[in-house]
C-alpha cells in the first residue's frame, strides 16, 4: 500500500523488451534506498512494481504485458520524468489516502488554468470508472493523492498548488497528456455492498441520531 505523497521524482534511465515484457531501469534520484530490499514494492507514476535489481540511486523493475495494456509506463522513453513513492509502512504518516498501486484506468489532461497561485486541472476518464470519482472525495492520479473538486460526467477537476506541481512529474505534463488514475478504494467496496444486497440497511432513527435527517 502507498499513500500517493510523491517522495521524488524520477528518470526512466531504459526500458528493456523482453519476450513480451518490459524491464524498466529508473534512476531514482534523491530518493533514499537504504531502506528497500530486493522484492520490495516501489510505486513509479502510480503502479506498484516489484524490485528486482537494486543500485543505490535507482532499480529496475519488470513489467508485465498485462500492466503495460492498462497503463501508460508502455508509452515511457529514456528521460521520462516519473513520480516514485516506497511502499507504506504501518508507522508511516498516511498524508493522503490508502492507495494500492493498482491503476483502474487512463485518462487524459483536458486542461489547466492559473487559479492565484495554484492551478486547475481537468481530466477526463473512461465510463467503466468515472461513477467511482466524487466531488470531495479522493483519486491518486500518476502516483499522487489528489482531492477532486467537481465532476460533470466524466470529467473532473483538482486543485494542485506550487509544492505539487514543482516536485511531482505534474510539470513535465501538458493537456494532452495520458496519466494513470486508481479510485478510491472505499468507493469500490461500497458498489460491491451495495450490488450484493448485504450494505445494512440504516433506519431513520440512526439517520436522526447522527444528524442526517
Known amino acids: 500500500m502507498f499513500t500517493g505523497i510523491i517522495q521524488s521524482v524520477g528518470r526512466v534511465v531504459r526500458l528493456e523488451p ?6 524498466l531501469a529508473v534512476d531514482t534520484g534523491d530518493l533514499d534506498l ?3 530490499q530486493l522484492g520490495d514494492s516501489i510505486a513509479v507514476s502510480g503502479v506498484c512494481l516489484t524490485a528486482i535489481t537494486l543500485e ?5 523493475a519488470d513489467v508485465s504485458n498485462e500492466t503495460l495494456s492498462l497503463t501508460t509506463l508502455g508509452k515511457l522513453k529514456a528521460g521520462d520524468p516519473v513520480n516514485l513513492e516506497k511502499a507504506l509502512r504501518l508507522a508511516d504518516r498516511l ?14 489532461v483536458i486542461a489547466i488554468t492559473p487559479d492565484g497561485r495554484s492551478q486547475r486541472w481537468t481530466f477526463e476518464v ?15 492520479i500518476d502516483g499522487t493523492s489528489l482531492t477532486v ?3 460533470a460526467g466524466h470529467r473532473f477537476g483538482v486543485n494542485l ?13 501538458r493537456v494532452g497528456d495520458a496519466v494513470n488514475i486508481e479510485v478510491d478504494v472505499i468507493a469500490r467496496y461500497v458498489e460491491r455492498l451495495l450490488a450484493s444486497g448485504e450494505a445494512p440497511k ?9 444528524g442526517f435527517a
Open 202 to 210: 440504516l433506519d431513520e432513527a440512526f439517520l436522526k441520531q447522527h
Open 56 to 60: 543505490p540511486h535507482g532499480f529496475s
Open 161 to 173: 498548488i506550487p509544492h505539487t506541481v514543482e516536485h511531482t512529474a505534474f510539470h513535465a505534463r
Open 34 to 36: 537504504a531502506d528497500v
Open 126 to 140: 473512461p465510463a467503466a470508472i468515472s461513477r467511482y470519482i466524487a466531488a470531495k472525495g479522493s483519486v491518486c
Open 149 to 151: 473538486n467537481e465532476v
Open 18 to 23: 523482453r519476450g513480451g515484457d518490459v524491464r
Open 95 to 108: 498524508g493522503g489516502h490508502l492507495v494500492s498501486g493498482h491503476v483502474d484506468g487512463i485518462g487524459k
